[in-house]
């Protein structure tokens, strides 16, 4: 177990829908970053949130965003769904600290399937 | 970004017998490697890295090396068991920075035959 939490585990919906994923980072991590993880993309970074302020950017579409709230949780939302963002969603956790290396820490993942 | 490329991409090997993977990655100024184990259904797992300033480290029956000069290191896991079966990723964080984004290899799907 990392620590990291994420709900819900699955999410069924239907094409054109907004859905809202949620992570909870571990204790006392400062940084969230999502990821994407499909077959054909393997796993991709998508946003960093460094204690409730965005970071980096790399490959999110316009249609998603994210926010960290002032407890560290985060929350990544999808919107005007299309079949081809049916995959799963990873969030992990950093420390962050001023460290030199910052290891990060994966969550159970948020399977999404686009009907 | 970072190119970070991975093989094989698929490894099956008898319980018991050695197993090694190999990342190759872009940019020189890269100083952190991590290595990610991801079992069916769950997420990905650090199970070992390896910082710039040394050449190889273990724990246990897993060893990671590295040759910066070359750009590559690779994970070696030894006595291998049934359930090291899993997808393995490599990874390197942008822009030889050890804070933000990883950029991962496209995984290798290990198979332990007992």
């Known amino acids: 177990d990392s620590g990291v939490t994420q709900t819900p585990k699955h999410l069924i919906t239907a094409t054109g829908q907004r859905v809202t994923l949620r992570c909870s980072p571990r204790s006392g991590d400062l940084s969230v970053y999502w990821y994407q993880q499909s077959l054909d993309q393997g796993l991709q970074f998508l946003i960093q949130y460094y204690n409730g302020e965005e970071r980096a950017k790399g490959n999110i579409l316009e249609r998603f965003s994210a926010q960290q709230f002032p407890d560290l949780h985060s929350e990544l939302n999808l919107s005007s769904l299309e079949l081809g963002d049916s995959a799963l969603y990873f969030c992990?956790?950093?420390?962050?600290?001023?460290?030199?290396?910052?290891?990060?820490?994966f969550g159970p993942g948020t399977r999404l399937t686009v009907l | 970004g970072e190119n970070v490329e991975q093989h094989p991409s698929t490894l099956s090997v008898q319980e018991g017998d050695s197993a090694v993977i190999k990342c190759t990655y872009s940019d020189s100024a890269s100083n952190y490697f991590p290595w990610y184990k991801q079992e069916l259904g769950k997420g990905p797992q650090l199970i070992i890295d390896?910082?710039?300033?040394?050449g190889e480290k273990k724990d246990q029956r897993i060893a990671v090396t590295l040759n910066k000069t070359a750009k590559h290191f690779s994970l070696h896991i030894t006595e291998t068991q049934p359930e090291d079966s899993a997808v393995y990723f490599c990874a390197v964080p942008r822009g030889g920075s050890t804070l933000g984004r990883l950029y991962f290899g496209r995984g290798t799907q290990l198979t332990v035959w007992p």
């Open positions: 390896i910082r710039s300033n040394v």
């Open positions: 992990a956790s950093s420390v962050d600290r001023g460290s030199l290396y910052n290891e990060q820490f």
